[in-house]
């Protein structure tokens, strides 16, 4: 399965982006899905969680600010993020969850978010 993540940018602080992840194959099929992210020299981050039945979960620094969607029919997974902070700034990248290691090449290039004045 391909997993291409789209949708990131410039954005100031407060701010909303809407992010995209579209798969190759079916995501119901996969199951739990997730958007990760990583900020270079640091380890990647789980952002925020969907079941396929959409229960959802999410990191502390998130939490009412970011909102995980899945449309099952699209094999596409979406992360809606308000008011934005400097510190969201990180490359952004869907995944199942559990996620695969690191190196697994279904992670992708991921989409840059960049969150500044």
């Known amino acids: 399965v391909q997993l291409q993540a789209s949708g990131g940018g410039l954005v100031q602080p407060g701010g909303s982006l809407r992010l995209s992840c579209a798969s190759s194959g079916s995501i119901s099929s996969i199951g739990s899905m997730g958007w990760y992210r990583q900020v270079p020299g640091r380890v990647r981050e789980r952002v925020a969680t969907?079941?396929?039945?959409?229960?959802?979960n999410y990191a502390d620094s998130v939490k009412g600010r970011f909102t995980i969607s899945r449309d099952n029919a699209k094999n596409t997974v979406y992360l809606q993020m308000n008011s934005l902070k400097p510190e969201d700034t990180a490359v952004y990248y869907c995944?199942?969850?559990?996620?695969?290691?690191?190196?697994?090449?279904?992670w992708g290039q991921g989409t840059l978010v960049t969150v500044s004045s």
């Open positions: 969907i079941t396929n039945f959409g229960g959802t």
């Open positions: 995944n199942r969850v559990p996620p695969p290691l690191p190196r697994d090449p279904s």
